[in-house]
């Protein structure tokens, strides 16, 4: 095998990997990532002890254990290319021999399931419910920096997308990633609605939002929200779920986003207590996690 250089992996003084300041022992093999790092001890504090606490910029860790079950929680930051710097990472702590600088002949399978916040984008889908993404449309080109995407993508909603919304070539290829079947699985059967993600490089522009400036294309929303594939529709707005789910096949791990509501684009409504509602959010998984 060969050797990484030490300008493609970067470490710590210490050994630990660079953005996340992790050593391999640290991570446990089920994992929680969300946007907001001081979301971290707001889940961690239901563990019922905690075995590591790191915080490095936005990346704020915590490793702990609820009665037999080993969990880590961890803050992305926002945005795609967060999400790109966390899951490759996370892959190196368990795949890589960071002191040989090898990729380990075996693979470790990690499951990560994003607990975030974001915008509906149908009038029927309520402030303060939940959304569980089967699918993640990318519409912030990360994925196709890296080889093999065709291998993991729905080609054909890839493609029905495209055509559906007219889609203008100056903005970057979109591209739909479906997430864990086996996730979907352990996680299904709550008060979860199902339906597909929208990913987006941006929080304003990028979702439709106007402040001072002009968008290219003000019916993009309206685009968007109209998809529909094989009884399939796009129910909410973000920007990360696309990159995870397309990250975590392309490295061999599960993958799953849920998300509350907390803004309405159609009604124009937002939530009037939303930490209520990711609290229940996080203890259902907990729940399901923890068993």
Known sequence: ????????????????????????????????????????????????????????????????????????????GMGTDNIDIVLNELDALVNIDLAKREVKPGHTNLNIIRLGTSGALQADIPVDSTVMSSHGIGIDGMLYYYKDLQKVYDKAMTEAFIKQCQWDDVFPTPYAVPASDRLIQRFSGGDHLMGITATAPGFYGPQGRKLRLETTHPDLN???????????????????????????????????????????????????????????????????LSV
């Open 1 to 76: 095998m060969s050797r990484i250089a030490e300008s493609e992996l970067v470490l710590n003084n210490d050994g630990s990997i660079y953005h996340l300041k992790l050593h391999p022992e640290e991570l446990a093999h089920d994992i929680i990532v969300v946007g907001d790092p001081g979301r971290v001890p707001t889940i961690s504090r239901y563990f019922d002890r905690i075995e590591v606490q790191r915080q490095n910029r936005e990346i704020c860790t915590h490793t702990g254990v609820i009665g037999h079950k080993r969990l880590t929680v961890l803050s992305t």
């Open 222 to 288: 309206q685009a968007i929200a109209g998809f529909s594939f094989e009884g399939r529709r796009i129910v909410n707005f973000e920007m990360e779920t696309s990159a995870l789910y397309g990250l975590g096949k392309l490295l061999g791990h599960d993958t799953l986003t849920i998300c509350a509501i907390i803004a309405n684009r159609v009604s124009k409504t937002y939530s009037k207590d939303y930490h209520s509602t990711v609290e229940k959010l996080v203890v259902s998984v907990l729940e399901k």
